[in-house]
């Protein structure tokens, strides 16, 4: 699990309650120790039933934690939660749930996730029927709007016979997620532009010609360096998919109007990232009414005209300190001459950074996850990337930041 290390020590608290899961909360206790954080398990009395104290104390190499009057001295019961950097909740019962819902102080774990201001994480486990029980529904509902992050459940293959949803998510993916919500807020104060999605040149009112980006890859990138602290503007161009809050969002459909609102927020922003997809021409004229067989017969033609160059065009005329990076959809299905393309990309642009992918009928657009390189000015590899957009995203921002 290395490559879920956030660079430094972390406490982590880790509580388990009372489910059939909680042998799997060893596997999460010992990943966490594994990436070298300072890992507490704070077990209620149920989760023992089923996993031992020693199995606990020995995976996380501390004294596991259950009892309210317990070490009343050092005020144990706010002390744990007052020192935690991020609490994991594995597996977290309907019962659990119910009890943090209505902030419920009755047992050690509550006491701990009430007094604390760190992120918390929550992976639940249980039956498909109590999973969807209005009331757990309500009570999940609940907790995400005070802002902690819900992992899982997975569906499949449940205690009994029975499968569905309800199942405990796998350790690597708690793991991740948890990790994931402590990004660090390097780039607290720094003004971040993304572009994102796929311009559309229209050819009459109701047609267009367009690409096949998604905007996710951007929309990633987008997120990610809100979460770390960016103040970010997000141009989308024909988005597939939701900008979260976080972010200001403007909507473009064409290049020349991605064209206009890039050119008003670059000079004001610290990083540009152009990660959409820009048509390299346009219709030259757009019909004004819909274009009709009857005048046109069998064949159509339309005369294109080449689009500005975007990226070109803000590389060119960036200011000292601003960093612009692109990126470069190819086809190419061969490595070396991928790089070569890459190179020479960049060497046209202009931009600090390109972000080389490679695109196909079933790779990068519309995908959930991409392999990139990335390339610095002097047309060097200075980063490779493979999975989820999400974890491209913060490897990408790991480097810019
Ligand atoms: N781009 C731009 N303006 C354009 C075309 C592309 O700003 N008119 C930007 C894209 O946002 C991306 C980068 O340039 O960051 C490379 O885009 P890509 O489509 O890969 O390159 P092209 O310029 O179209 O080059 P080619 O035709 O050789 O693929």
């Not at 990790?179 to 999605?197: F, K, N």
């Not at 160059?309 to 490595?335: C, K, M, W």
């Amino acid at each position: 699990m290395a490559g879920h290390d956030v660079g430094h020590r972390l406490t982590i608290v880790v509580g388990v309650t009372g489910g059939i899961a909680a042998y799997k909360a060893v596997a999460v206790v010992r990943a966490f120790v594994l990436a070298g954080h300072d890992v507490h398990v704070v077990a209620t009395d149920a989760a023992l039933r089923f996993v031992g104290k020693p199995t606990f104390e020995a995976i996380s190499r501390n004294v596991v934690e259950t009892d309210l009057y317990e070490g009343v001295a050092q005020v144990r019961h706010v002390a744990i939660g007052q020192a935690a950097d991020l609490i994991v909740i594995v597996p977290a019962t309907a019962n659990t749930i119910a009890g943090l819902a209505a902030g419920l102080a009755g047992d050690l774990l509550g006491t701990t996730v009430l007094a604390s201001a760190a992120p918390v994480v929550i992976a639940p486990a249980m039956h498909t029927e109590m999973w969807s029980n209005p009331a757990t529904v309500a009570n999940v509902a609940t907790l995400r709007s005070r802002g902690m992050t819900i992992v899982g459940p997975a569906v499949g293959r449940l205690t009994g016979s029975d499968s569905g949803a309800g199942r405990l998510a796998e350790p690597e993916e708690i793991v991740a997620a948890a990790l994931a919500v402590l990004r660090p807020r390097d780039l607290e104060g720094r003004r971040v532009l993304v572009t994102a999605g796929g311009t559309r040149e229209a050819l009459d009112p109701v047609r267009f010609v367009g690409n096949r980006s998604s905007g996710r890859q951007g929309l990633a990138i987008a997120a990610a360096a809100a979460a770390r602290g960016a103040a970010v503007t997000l141009i989308g161009a024909n988005l597939e998919v939701t900008a979260p809050a976080s972010m200001t969002v403007r909507h473009v459909v064409s290049t020349l109007e991605l064209e206009a609102a890039v050119t008003d927020a670059a000079p004001g922003s610290d990083l540009v990232i152009m990660a959409a997809a820009v048509a390299d021409y346009r219709p030259e004229t757009i019909a004004e009414s819909k274009i009709k067989k009857e005048t046109q017969g069998d064949r159509l033609t339309v005369e294109l005209v080449r689009n500005p160059d975007i990226l070109a065009g803000l590389a060119a005329s960036r200011r000292p300190g601003q960093v612009v990076v692109g990126f470069a959809a190819e086809t190419e299905p061969d490595d070396e001459r991928l790089l070569a393309l890459g190179r020479e990309k960049i060497a046209r642009k202009g931009s600090d950074f390109l972000v080389v992918n490679r695109v196909g009928w079933n790779e990068g657009f519309a995908t959930e996850s991409n392999t990139v390189l990335v390339l610095d000015a002097a047309g060097d590899i200075v980063m490779e990337a493979s999975g989820s957009k999400e974890s491209v995203a913060d490897r990408l921002l790991d480097l810019l930041a």
